[in-house]
């Protein structure tokens, strides 16, 4: 949400330049917040990307460890497979 608001800023910010307003310096403090939350919000996402992982990892070993002790179905096994492999495909 509040890099959704420094985006209108920067927006506005720009026409108001563009129209000839001495907006520059606000203009560039507004683009300089704006990239630090959008690295803060990369940053955030590859981090919950990488717990999503590694919870599926370890699920996917508890899976197959109930599976040997005759606890769990092949199914909760292929079930957590293909959750973990889901994760690691490549995001655009």
């Keep these: 949400m509040r890099m959704q608001s420094c985006k209108g800023e920067v927006a506005e ?3 108001r ?3 000839g307003e001495n907006a520059k310096d606000d203009l560039a403090n507004a683009r300089a917040t704006l990239a630090q939350l ?3 919000a990369q940053i955030a996402t590859a981090k919950r990307e990488r717990a ?7 699920n996917l ?5 109930l599976l040997k002790l005759g606890a769990a179905n092949e199914s909760d096994v292929n079930r ?3 959750k973990l ?7 655009n």
Excluded at 52 to 58: K, L, N, S
């Design 38 to 40: 959008t690295e803060a």
């Design 17 to 19: 330049v563009a129209s």
């Design 13 to 15: 910010l720009e026409s």
């Design 85 to 91: 492999a889901d994760l690691k495909l490549p995001r």
């Design 61 to 65: 070993r508890r899976q197959q460890k």
């Design 52 to 58: 999503e992982v590694e919870a599926a990892e370890a």
């Design 80 to 82: 957590a497979e293909e």
